[in-house]
Nanobody, 123 residues
Framework: QLQASGGGLVQAGGSLRLSCAAS????????MAWFRQAPGKEREFAAS????????YYTDSVKGRFTISRDNAKNTVYLQVRSLKPEDTAVYYC??????????????????WGQGTQVTVSS
C-alpha cells in the first residue's frame, strides 16, 4: 500500500528527494512518517507530518537538513534530504497510521509500511 522511491548513491553534501505513494489507504486521514535503518542498527524515526501537512516533527539529527511534506491530492508523502552525511546511509521507509497524533516516533506505532528505498552517501 506504500511504495517508496527516490533513493540512490550520492556524495556527501548532496541531496535527494524521496517519495512514497499510497494506495488502498485513506491518505488524508493518516499521519505519515519516514524512518530509516542503517546496517546493524534498529529502525529509527526521522520525521513525521500531520494529516493536513501543516505540522511536522523531526528527530534532532535531521533538523534543518530534511524536510517532510505531503500532497493529499496525489496520495504522496515526500522527504527532501539535503547536506547528506555518510551517517545518513540507510534504508528509508515511509510509514502511516490512522491518527490525529503526528508525534508518534516509535515504529510499532505505525501500521502501514513501505518496502524501503536505499540511500547511500559516500564520503
Amino acid at each position: 500500500q506504500l511504495q517508496a522511491s527516490g533513493g540512490g548513491l550520492v556524495q556527501a553534501g548532496g541531496s535527494l528527494r524521496l517519495s512514497c505513494a499510497a494506495s488502498g489507504l485513506t491518505f488524508s486521514s493518516a499521519v505519515m512518517a519516514w524512518f530509516r535503518q542503517a546496517p546493524g542498527k534498529e529502525r529509527e524515526f526521522a520525521a513525521s507530518i500531520s494529516r493536513s501537512g501543516v505540522s511536522t516533527y523531526y528527530t534532532d539529527s535531521v533538523k534543518g537538513r530534511f524536510t517532510i511534506s505531503r500532497d493529499n491530492a496525489k496520495n504522496t508523502v515526500y522527504l527532501q534530504v539535503r547536506s547528506l552525511k555518510p551517517e545518513d546511509t540507510a534504508v528509508y521507509y515511509c510509514a502511516g497510521q490512522y491518527s490525529n497524533n503526528y508525534g508518534y516516533i516509535r515504529a510499532n506505532e505505525y501500521t502501514y509500511w513501505g518496502q524501503g528505498t536505499q540511500v547511500t552517501v559516500s564520503s
